[in-house]
């Protein structure tokens, strides 16, 4: 791995791995509705969208009207976007 993320630690490449195997959009379900809150299911995806929207150049207002997220959560995901790790970026370029 080329990326050196401040939290890499065996746990953590374990979950990453599991993710990795998943083979589908059900495996997908079945794990994360095992693994994860449905609550924190919706928060993922809606970061995701945020994400997204603020890629399409849209704004705060709309951004919060189209997905109900607060403004903290689009400034904190919009800071991810300017100074994060890439992540958002080359998941979206893979889903495009």
């Not at 959009?25 to 603020?54: G, M, P, W």
């Not at 849209?58 to 951004?63: F, H, M, P, R």
């Not at 189209?66 to 903290?72: D, E, F, H, V």
């Amino acid at each position: 791995m080329s990326y050196d993320s401040k939290f890499k630690k065996p746990e953590i490449d374990d979950l990453f791995k599991a993710v990795l195997s998943l083979k589908d959009e059900e495996d997908c379900y079945r794990f994360f509705e095992d693994l994860c809150t449905i609550n924190e299911i919706h928060a993922f995806s809606q970061r995701l969208e945020v994400a997204k929207l603020l890629s399409e150049k849209k704004t705060y207002s709309e951004i919060e009207e189209i997905t109900k997220a607060s403004t903290a959560t689009i400034s904190r995901i919009n800071k991810c976007l300017v100074y994060g790790a890439e992540g958002y970026q080359r998941i979206i370029a893979r889903m495009k």
